[in-house]
Every structure is written in structure tokens, then in C-alpha cells.
T-cell receptor, first 116, second 113 residues
Framework: NAGVTQTPKFRVLKTGQSMTLLCAQD?????MYWYRQDPGMGLRLIHY???????AKGEVPDGYNVSRLKKQNFLLGLESAAPSQTSVYFC???????????????FGPGTRLTVL | GQSLEQPSEVTAVEGAIVQINCTYQ??????LSWYQQHDGGAPTFLSY????GLEETGRFSSFLSRSDSYGYLLLQELQMKDSASYFC??????????????FGKGTRLHILP
């Protein structure tokens, strides 16, 4: 049981390059999320998904796209990377809130992205 | 707008008790969660409150007052390993298309020997 895994762990991009971050979870969770974390800014929600085939915008969605073709995977894409997207990206998953008397998100280890 | 406010830093002594406060202003409220994050690590879940009152989990307790839009995390018998950042988070309108989770900016806890 690996929990939530993220690929890659580190990446350096040049401005204008594209890349995809992969998140996978083996807990059969319905909800999946992508966050970015910058110094002093806490965690900010980029996009999220409430189930396979569905996605929705979070707090800071501009410059990112996502897809959830399979329940266990949630992909985050940067079509044309910019230095402002230098950050640590965390993926998380959770079960349906309301079905259980808790609201635990399980986070992956993070991807450290630098855009030059 | 939606916001969660928590102190940026707190300092306490090993073995003591510390309280980290969180006040929130959100368009909806489902519950208040707390996460711990060590430097270079991922956030890990600590505690959750959906109803008013105190929830206790070992050395950690969390309190919620929905009428005051306020909660806190209480850490007892502080240990050096508790040095970390602590985030409060609110889920807004779960199960609906505009469901979101809002995180506070985090409180850095420094523990002195």
C-alpha cells in the first residue's frame, strides 16, 4: 500500500517548456487535489477532482490543466512554464466527505519544480 | 473573499503546552482540519472538528466554535520533534461543484530546549 505517489520528485524547466506531473493513489479515493506551496503562502488549491472524468478549478488554476481519466490517477499539466510557476507541488486524495466522520487528506511527497 | 487566519510563528519550551489559533471566513463550512508539516516533508493529517467542542488525540487536541468561526490546536508535553509548521484548513460545501478546501498560511512552531 503505497498511499499517494508523485512523479517526478524534482524537475528543472526552461521558460516555455511543457511538462506533466503524475499523481497516483491506491486507496480507492474519490477526491483528488493538486496544490502548490510557496514560502509564506501556505497551500493553495490549483485544481481538484470529485471523481473519475471530472475536474474543477481551485484557487489558482491559471496556467495549469488537469485530467482524471482513471480513478487512481490525477495529472497536472503545464503547457508553457513560467518562472512564477516555480514551486513545490503536492497531490492529495481523500474519501467522500460526509460518508465518514472525518475529512482526512493524504498527501504525496511533493514535486519540486524550478522554472528558469 | 475566503480566508483563514493563524499566527505566522509561535515559540514554546520543551515539555510545555502551546495553543495555535485559527479564525476563518468562508462562504460555507463543513469542518476544520489541522495538518503538520516538517521541513522538506508533506503535510500529514492531525485532527478534525465538524461540531463544536474538543477532540483529543494523544498529546494533540483540537477545538472548534462554529458560532465564533474559531478553532485551535493544542499541543501538550511538547517534544523537539514537534518543531514544524501547522496548518488549519476548512472544507467548503462538500459534494457540490464549488467544493473547495481553503488552507491557512501556516504557523511555524519553534521549540526551545
Amino acid at each position: 500500500n503505497a498511499g499517494v505517489t508523485q512523479t517526478p520528485k524534482f524537475r528543472v524547466l526552461k521558460t516555455g517548456q511543457s511538462m506533466t506531473l503524475l499523481c497516483a493513489q491506491d486507496m480507492n479515493h474519490e477526491y483528488m487535489y493538486w496544490y502548490r506551496q510557496d514560502p509564506g503562502m501556505g497551500l493553495r488549491l490549483i485544481h481538484y477532482s470529485v471523481g473519475e472524468g471530472t475536474t474543477a478549478k481551485g484557487e489558482v488554476p491559471d496556467g495549469y490543466n488537469v485530467s482524471r481519466l482513471k480513478k487512481q490517477n490525477f495529472l497536472l499539466g503545464l503547457e508553457s512554464a513560467a518562472p512564477s510557476q516555480t514551486s513545490v507541488y503536492f497531490c492529495a486524495s481523500s474519501s467522500l466527505p460526509g460518508l465518514a466522520y472525518t475529512d482526512t487528506q493524504y498527501f504525496g511527497p511533493g514535486t519540486r519544480l524550478t522554472v528558469l | 473573499g475566503q480566508s483563514l487566519e493563524q499566527p505566522s510563528e509561535v515559540t514554546a519550551v520543551e515539555g510545555a503546552i502551546v495553543q495555535i489559533n485559527c479564525t476563518y471566513q468562508t462562504s460555507g463550512f463543513y469542518g476544520l482540519s489541522w495538518y503538520q508539516q516538517h521541513d522538506g516533508g508533506a503535510p500529514t493529517f492531525l485532527s478534525y472538528n465538524a461540531l463544536d467542542g474538543l477532540e483529543e488525540t494523544g498529546r494533540f487536541s483540537s477545538f472548534l466554535s462554529r458560532s465564533d468561526s474559531y478553532g485551535y490546536l493544542l499541543l501538550q508535553e511538547l517534544q523537539m520533534k514537534d518543531s514544524a509548521s501547522y496548518f488549519c484548513a476548512v472544507r467548503v460545501t462538500p459534494g457540490q461543484r464549488d467544493d473547495k478546501i481553503i488552507f491557512g498560511k501556516g504557523t511555524r512552531l519553534h521549540i526551545l530546549p
